[in-house]
């Protein structure tokens, strides 16, 4: 028995955790080049994380979605095939004196996501306090079927160097496909638990990234400059159930919905503050602060836009 002494029994919780587990990585990986002008790469990598079941819902091999999973989900095998060519070494374009280099290349492999916590699949209990009494109660709904999450990835790309490389340039565009997307589930909290990890969900992002560099002085002090731009777009392909999830957090609230890009941004519209106390009351508008107490606006809050009548 342990003593935790003359605190308030009314708020009293005892037990805690600290986050262990275990990961194994394991890669292969052989190239090949010819002449020096055409690459090719090939790499597979076996996954393992104690934070998946040992059961997938399937066979101990299973080739469902994207990647093939061993001894049921703790293990991924996820392989990686890319490819080069140097343009710039080919004899036609030996004329082309302002190009030093010129290369394209393309790639596509699977990478593998286990950011779900520690022990969502298997049951865990937690302390719990009701009026004045401790005992412990159901942390999770536990799921042995959870598995890796999985992104595929497909990349195109262009680098070039030009004027004995005073100037030199990448340009990617990429799409990145995910399946077996880890999710929060929500389910009915009558047994004090409202949710639990599951692999439903799907996700596309499509992007490209820009970079551009320049060596304006090339003496003895050199100065480069550059510039680099990105742009990206996810949608959602699938939910369970197609439902939406709706996230809270910092007094925001976050929709990602089916068709529509990952955690959308939604709050009041605003229209300035009021200048004066006096305008504020007239709102009449009110919070409810920590302590339970209904406080009205005062000359400085936010002004929203009653767009409802």
Known sequence: MISIGNSNAALRFFGGDIGNWSSLNTYFTTDYSYKDKYFLSLAVAADASSRFGRSDGNTSASTSGYGLNLFGGKTALLPALSGAWIVSSEDFMQGYKGIDLLKLRASYGIVGNDDIGNYNNRQYYVSQNLLGLQGVVRGNVANPNIQWERVAKFNVGVDGSFFNERLSMSLDYYVHTTSKMLNYIPVTSIAGVDSYVDNQGGMQTNGFDFGLDARVVNKKIKWDLGVNLGLYRNKIQSLSNGNDIVTSY???????????????????????????????????????????????????????????G
């Open 250 to 308: 910092a007094n925001g609230t976050y929709l990602t919905r089916v068709g529509e890009t990952a955690n959308l941004f939604y709050g009041q519209r605003t229209n300035g503050v009021y200048a004066t106390d006096a305008e504020a009351t007239a709102s009449g508008l009110s919070i409810v602060n920590s302590a339970g107490v209904t406080v009205p606006f005062k000359g400085g809050d936010m002004r929203f836009i009653d767009t409802n």
